[in-house]
């Protein structure tokens, strides 16, 4: 295979890695506490040629490479919902919460109170303080979670909601589920508790649509070019290998 094919090539690869990531944010647009990806490219540069038809034999070749994915933890909107167990979270901060692979982290707020008593996330995971996991009995009411992470009810004081923040939350893995893991965690300094609203996606639809027009279009091009290449090589082929002529 020719040089530029391999080029165009690597460049398709890297553009349907891209889409994937375009498709799954749109996918996620009206996922509570969701956070946009984007693809990092950088230049792969071949130091020798595949192809020894060059008047210098050390003429580099540039391949595209998708190297990294990026996270977005801009806040999203937040919506009122007059719910007591709906929690938005204003600033850095995560929410902790107790998985049977460990301690995970999400911005996603929409809590509920399971059939045991349990604060627990929307998946049912559930959801940590300070002190552990947080259980209501059946009695409690007036459920109230303040600016600080407090939690009050009709019984008295819960505790403190277990909020994170990351030094570097780049370094954050995503684990599904609309979950975080890794990182070095730290006590939230930076972060405000909203009761009664959920933050929403960060993902912009306008955006994402048009960067999928965009990423289709540019795949679109290499594979018209890939083709033009083909019919070139094959056309001289042809005439190369007719004797007759």
Known sequence: MENAQLISLS?????????SVVANNVANINTDGFKAQSLLFEEYVMPVAADKDFAFADQPLSYTQDWATANDFTNGAITRTGNELDIALQ???????QTPAGERWTRAGALKIDNTGLLVTDNGYPVLSEGGQIRFAPTETDIQFNQDGSILTSAGNKGFLRLVEFDDPQTLKRQGDNLFSGGTPRAATDTVVVQGALERSNVSGVLQVAEMIRVNRSYQAIANLMDKQDKLRS???NVLGNLSR
């Open 91 to 97: 600033g850095k901060g995560f929410l902790s919460v």
């Open 235 to 237: 056309d001289a082929i």
């Open 11 to 19: 460049r398709q690869i890297a553009l349907k890695h891209q889409m």
